[in-house]
T-cell receptor, first 111, second 109 residues
Framework: NAGVTQTPKFRVLKTGQSMTLLCAQD?????MYWYRQDPGMGLRLIHY???????AKGEVPDGYNVSRLKKQNFLLGLESAAPSQTSVYFC??????????FGQGTRLTVV | GEDVEQSLFLSVREGDSSVINCTYT??????LYWYKQEPGAGLQLLTY?????DMKQDQRLTVLLNKKDKHLSLRIADTQTGDSAIYFC?????????FGAGTTVTVRA
């Protein structure tokens, strides 16, 4: 039972490059979330999804896009990476609302 | 997150009680949560409370909710070295799950 899996775990990008982070969950959860974690700022919500084919903006959506084409996957895209997007990214999913399950995080560095 | 506020640091002696406080702004939040993050790991749920409850106890953990003041607290009894971690308060409103900045708890011998 894998739970929530994020790929990749680490990545270094050059400014202006693009990349996609993948979040996959095998719990048939409806709700999925992408956060970034920065020192002293906690987890800030980037985008979230309440079901297949739907997405919504969180607190800090600028510079990111998302897609939820399949219920089990939630993709986070950076079209043109900037140093300000250096962060640890976490994906989470929940079905019952009483508990969200988190992936292990993706450490992204933009140079 | 901007809607949930916590103090950033707490130092406590082993065996004492820890109290971590949180304030939130959205009175329509349905659930409030406490999550724990250990170094290099994702977050794990510690406990949650429904918005129509005042208190919830689960072994060493006690959650108090003051809905009028929009104040949530987590008390850890008999704090142990394994309790050293970052603790996040979170609120759920209309399926949007928002977190505070996290309180780093350091347990000293």
């Amino acid at each position: 039972n894998a739970g929530v899996t994020q790929t990749p775990k680490f990545r270094v990008l050059k400014t202006g490059q693009s990349m996609t982070l993948l979040c996959a969950q095998d719990m048939n959860h409806e709700y999925m979330y992408w956060y970034r974690q920065d020192p002293g700022m906690g987890l800030r919500l980037i985008h979230y999804s309440v079901g297949e084919g739907t997405t919504a903006k969180g607190e800090v959506p600028d510079g990111y896009n998302v897609s939820r084409l399949k219920k089990q996957n939630f993709l986070l895209g950076l079209e043109s990476a900037a140093p300000s997007q250096t962060s640890v990214y976490f994906c989470a999913s929940t079905g019952e609302i009483t508990e969200a399950f988190f992936g292990q995080g993706t450490r992204l560095t933009v140079v | 997150g901007e809607d949930v506020e916590q103090s950033l640091f707490l130092s406590v002696r082993e065996g004492d009680s820890s109290v971590i406080n949180c304030t939130y702004t959205d009175s329509s939040s349905t659930y409030l949560y406490w999550y724990k993050q250990e170094p290099g790991a994702g977050l794990q749920l510690l406990t949650y409370i429904f918005s129509n409850m005042d208190m919830k106890q689960d072994q060493r953990l006690t959650v108090l909710l003051n809905k009028k003041d929009k104040h949530l607290s987590l008390r850890i009894a008999d704090t142990q070295t394994g309790d050293s971690a970052i603790y996040f308060c979170a609120e759920l409103n209309d399926y949007k799950l928002s977190f505070g900045a996290g309180t780093t708890v350091t347990v000293r011998a």
